[in-house]
């Protein structure tokens, strides 16, 4: 079932590890994303796949067959790059062809294919054209169409959108959604910008400091982030101190700085009672209403600031210790009564939606 | 639109403002160029016309150089070695300058010290060190006898041989600068698309690797032929009376048989020549630029 099978790789560069001990396993026809900030390991396990770095730990497997010892021009893997990478003396169908030439194909073969992938990113009428002559976006998907023509196994993109603007970016995702879908290609996509990652992917490996801190769907890094770390990085969210009170297996009751508390939240960390943590809730999980005494867990709070942005009402609300909490309400939602700035506000949410991280 | 409807409205101005611009700009370029039209123009033109008028007005001057084997197998050493100097100092500089592009700081910076360093010094004493290092008892030959390779010295000197030895080394600035210059301009990402596409080494070399840099390479290459068929010194100290270059002929007519017809005869045969090649070189690879 494992097609591409990455265990315990590692690489450093001096004394300086840059990724430690990542392992994955991704499936045929998966689109995995690697998604992380800037120097957190992704592009570089990415180029140890690619054969540019030769890890100094672990294994690379395809199919069930080890790639390291093999050089990148005979792994087979399709990659398109941050940069246009199109070879700037040869027009749109020889770039397509690169690949094929040198693979000595027959030349109706070449053509056939050239025309095929040139239908695929739907860039038909440019074949003729010099890279120079097209825009980003179209050299992205000669690169694409390149990346495809040898049908390979497995294709990597290292940021192939970063250098694109946003209306753009969003065209190719979904170019790349479709030939996704058509082609069935197992696709590896690294990339920092987290709406990238969930709208594109089947999967998301979140990297930090050279390791993988979670993999799993987005909805599952959204939902339940297994770290602080991750619940920071997708999505937005609201961190609120607070000291662990008692705790029951993976439950916890939590009292906030002003002497409030809340019950049975879950736990994702190792701390014992009357260590300091955070409690996370998304700004789209929160309730505000009159500060009636409620049943479920909430605090009491003063509403700083209220925007209206079309979609969604932006609150901001302070708490009795001082800390900011964003709100963020569907603005077609009822609201029994809209508060005004300076009103006091209960700030409820649901058990099931709090998560809690030791410091 | 706004850019149209800017050029538009300063359209009325802007040939008076461009070509105060194009004065303001010739004026400090004057006296180069009246030293250009006066030290090399007039006097070239002077032989170019003595070529014609002496001894008596005609064309025998050129008729008598293409007629004599000497004259002509003096061409042919001369194109010979500017030629083979031109094939050597490719193979040779294409690594240095590939080298340079790619080394880590302080290595390409030391290879560079030394490449410019040589250009640097005095041309005499690179040549008369030429003459030390080949000559029959040069250092070269003596290794070669001790390490029992020959067993006679070889004729490194006074020879063609010696020249192109001579005029190679001389050269190799001139082909690796502007070859420097065109590999530093492509982006190295380029290579690792090409490995993973899945060119061999040979392959993003042939196929990626000299297209990028053929701009760069005739540039040098033209540099190099076309200073190789003027060059005096070098084949003056370095070769043989029996095969002589033609600018040493051009040296000899003058000095030492005062023609100074057949002498401007082979001046403007050798110019023609040189314009020749350049025009070809223009019409391939534009003014020697990178193509993008």
């Given at each position: 079932?494992?097609?591409?099978?990455?265990?315990?790789?590692?690489?450093?560069?001096?004394?300086?590890?840059?990724?430690?001990?990542?392992?994955?396993?991704?499936?045929?026809?998966?689109?995995?994303?690697?998604?992380?900030?800037?120097?957190?390991?992704?592009?570089?396990?990415?180029?140890?796949?690619?054969?540019?770095?030769?890890?100094?730990?672990?294994?690379?497997?395809?199919?069930?067959?080890?790639?390291?010892?093999?050089?990148?021009?005979?792994?087979?893997?399709?990659?398109?790059?941050?940069?246009?990478?199109?070879?700037?003396?040869?027009?749109?169908?020889?770039?397509?062809?690169?690949?094929?030439?040198?693979?000595?194909?027959?030349?109706?073969?070449?053509?056939?294919?050239?025309?095929?992938?040139?239908?695929?990113?739907?860039?038909?009428?440019?074949?003729?054209?010099?890279?120079?002559?097209?825009?980003?976006?179209?050299?992205?998907?000669?690169?694409?169409?390149?990346?495809?023509?040898?049908?390979?196994?497995?294709?990597?993109?290292?940021?192939?959108?970063?250098?694109?603007?946003?209306?753009?970016?969003?065209?190719?995702?979904?170019?790349?959604?479709?030939?996704?879908?058509?082609?069935?290609?197992?696709?590896?996509?690294?990339?920092?910008?987290?709406?990238?990652?969930?709208?594109?992917?089947?999967?998301?490996?979140?990297?930090?400091?050279?390791?993988?801190?979670?993999?799993?769907?987005?909805?599952?890094?959204?939902?339940?982030?297994?770290?602080?770390?991750v619940a920071g990085f997708v999505g937005h969210s609201n961190f609120l101190d607070c000291?662990?009170?008692?705790?029951?297996?993976?439950?916890?009751?939590?009292?906030?700085?002003?002497?409030?508390?809340?019950?049975?939240?879950?736990?994702?960390?190792?701390?014992?009672?009357?260590?300091?943590?955070?409690?996370?809730?998304?700004?789209?999980?929160?309730?505000?209403?009159?500060?009636?005494?409620?049943?479920?867990?909430?605090?009491?709070?003063?509403?700083?600031?209220?925007?209206?942005?079309?979609?969604?009402?932006?609150?901001?609300?302070?708490?009795?210790?001082?800390?900011?909490?964003?709100?963020?309400?569907?603005?077609?939602?009822?609201?029994?009564?809209?508060?005004?700035?300076?009103?006091?506000?209960?700030?409820?949410?649901?058990?099931?939606?709090?998560?809690?991280?030791?410091? | 639109?706004?850019?149209?409807?800017?050029?538009?409205?300063?359209?009325?101005?802007?040939?008076?403002?461009?070509?105060?611009?194009?004065?303001?700009?010739?004026?400090?370029?004057?006296?180069?160029?009246?030293?250009?039209?006066?030290?090399?123009?007039?006097?070239?033109?002077?032989?170019?016309?003595?070529?014609?008028?002496?001894?008596?007005?005609?064309?025998?001057?050129?008729?008598?150089?293409?007629?004599?084997?000497?004259?002509?197998?003096?061409?042919?050493?001369?194109?010979?070695?500017?030629?083979?100097?031109?094939?050597?100092?490719?193979?040779?500089?294409?690594?240095?300058?590939?080298?340079?592009?790619?080394?880590?700081?302080?290595?390409?910076?030391?290879?560079?010290?030394?490449?410019?360093?040589?250009?640097?010094?005095?041309?005499?004493?690179?040549?008369?060190?030429?003459?030390?290092?080949?000559?029959?008892?040069?250092?070269?030959?003596?290794?070669?006898?001790?390490?029992?390779?020959?067993?006679?010295?070889?004729?490194?000197?006074?020879?063609?041989?010696?020249?192109?030895?001579?005029?190679?080394?001389?050269?190799?600035?001139?082909?690796?600068?502007?070859?420097?210059?065109?590999?530093?301009?492509?982006?190295?990402?380029?290579?690792?698309?090409?490995?993973?596409?899945?060119?061999?080494?040979?392959?993003?070399?042939?196929?990626?690797?000299?297209?990028?840099?053929?701009?760069?390479?005739?540039?040098?290459?033209?540099?190099?032929?076309?200073?190789?068929?003027?060059?005096?010194?070098?084949?003056?100290?370095?070769?043989?009376?029996?095969?002589?270059?033609?600018?040493?002929?051009?040296?000899?007519?003058?000095?030492?048989?005062?023609?100074?017809?057949?002498?401007?005869?082979?001046?403007?045969?050798?110019?023609?020549?040189?314009?020749?090649?350049?025009?070809?070189?223009?019409?391939?690879?534009?003014?020697?630029?990178?193509?993008?």
């Amino acid at each position: 079932m494992t097609f591409l099978d990455i265990r315990g790789v590692s690489k450093s560069f001096g004394n300086v590890a840059a990724v430690s001990d990542v392992s994955l396993e991704i499936a045929r026809g998966e689109f995995m994303t690697f998604l992380g900030p800037s120097g957190s390991g992704k592009s570089t396990t990415l180029y140890m796949i690619a054969g540019f770095f030769e890890p100094t730990g672990g294994d690379i497997r395809l199919d069930g067959r080890s790639i390291l010892a093999e050089p990148s021009n005979r792994r087979n893997i399709g990659m398109v790059f941050q940069r246009y990478t199109l070879f700037p003396h040869l027009s749109v169908a020889e770039n397509v062809a690169f690949p094929l030439r040198v693979r000595r194909r027959s030349g109706a073969e070449v053509s056939r294919k050239v025309e095929e992938m040139l239908a695929l990113v739907r860039l038909e009428r440019f074949a003729d054209r010099m890279p120079a002559q097209l825009s980003g976006g179209q050299q992205q998907r000669v690169a694409l169409a390149r990346a495809l023509a040898y049908d390979p196994p497995l294709l990597l993109m290292d940021e192939p959108l970063s250098a694109l603007d946003k209306k753009l970016r969003e065209e190719i995702q979904a170019e790349i959604r479709r030939i996704h879908r058509e082609t069935g290609v197992t696709i590896l996509y690294v990339t920092h910008d987290q709406e990238e990652a969930l709208s594109l992917s089947d999967r998301v490996a979140l990297f930090n400091h050279g390791r993988i801190e979670q993999v799993g769907k987005g909805r599952d890094l959204y939902d339940a982030p297994h770290t602080r770390f991750v619940a920071g990085f997708v999505g937005h969210s609201n961190f609120l101190d607070c000291t662990i009170a008692a705790r029951r297996d993976v439950r916890a009751d939590i009292v906030f700085p002003d002497g409030s508390g809340c019950a049975d939240i879950p736990l994702h960390a190792a701390a014992s009672s009357g260590t300091a943590a955070r409690l996370m809730i998304r700004p789209d999980r929160l309730q505000l209403a009159a500060p009636v005494p409620a049943a479920g867990p909430g605090i009491d709070t003063t509403l700083s600031d209220a925007t209206f942005i079309g979609e969604t009402f932006h609150f901001a609300v302070t708490t009795g210790w001082g800390a900011q909490v964003n709100v963020r309400l569907p603005a077609g939602a009822p609201m029994a009564h809209e508060p005004v700035i300076g009103e006091r506000v209960r700030l409820s949410w649901n058990a099931a939606d709090a998560r809690l991280f030791a410091d | 639109m706004t850019v149209t409807d800017a050029t538009t409205s300063t359209a009325p101005h802007a040939p008076s403002a461009s070509s105060r611009r194009a004065a303001r700009g010739f004026a400090p370029v004057t006296p180069a160029l009246a030293l250009v039209v006066f030290v090399f123009v007039l006097p070239v033109l002077a032989l170019l016309l003595r070529s014609v008028l002496e001894p008596q007005p005609g064309l025998q001057n050129y008729e008598a150089f293409f007629a004599s084997t000497t004259y002509l197998k003096v061409l042919g050493n001369t194109f010979l070695v500017a030629g083979t100097v031109t094939v050597v100092t490719v193979l040779l500089g294409f690594p240095v300058a590939w080298f340079l592009a790619i080394a880590p700081g302080f290595w390409s910076r030391l290879l560079f010290a030394i490449v410019i360093l040589s250009m640097w010094t005095n041309l005499l004493a690179r040549t008369y060190a030429w003459m030390v290092l080949l000559q029959r008892t040069g250092i070269i030959n003596r290794t070669l006898i001790d390490l029992g390779l020959i067993s006679g010295p070889l004729p490194l000197i006074n020879n063609l041989v010696g020249v192109t030895i001579g005029m190679t080394y001389i050269m190799l600035p001139f082909m690796i600068l502007p070859l420097h210059a065109t590999i530093r301009s492509i982006d190295p990402t380029v290579f690792q698309a090409a490995a993973l596409c899945g060119a061999s080494r040979w392959q993003a070399f042939t196929r990626v690797m000299l297209p990028l840099t053929a701009s760069g390479i005739a540039a040098g290459a033209l540099m190099v032929f076309v200073m190789s068929l003027g060059y005096f010194i070098t084949p003056a100290l370095l070769g043989g009376t029996s095969n002589m270059m033609l600018a040493e002929l051009i040296a000899q007519l003058v000095q030492s048989l005062l023609d100074w017809g057949l002498a401007g005869a082979a001046a403007l045969i050798l110019l023609t020549i040189t314009l020749a090649i350049y025009l070809v070189q223009l019409r391939f690879f534009g003014f020697g630029q990178a193509r993008s």
